[in-house]
């Protein structure tokens, strides 16, 4: 399958040149707010402790 450029749209660049008219025409613009995905924390300390108790169960 050939590239078709046409097929493409480069809507970075439109994004930009949208941007660079703002700023020339002193409109504000609110930056898009992000979104933060939190990690499951995880406590190492008390798996390792948990894994030692099942150790010493089947060792008694």
């Known amino acids: ?8 749209k480069d809507t970075y660049r439109e994004e930009l ?3 660079i008219e703002e700023k020339a025409q002193h409109i504000e613009r ?5 979104q933060v995905q939190r990690a499951q924390v995880i406590d190492l300390m008390v798996l390792l402790k948990e894994s030692l108790k099942k150790e ?3 060792a008694a």
């Open 1 to 8: 399958m050939p590239f078709e450029p046409q097929n493409y």
């Open 17 to 19: 040149e949208t941007l």
């Open 30 to 34: 609110k930056p898009p707010e992000k």
């Open 56 to 58: 010493q169960k089947k």
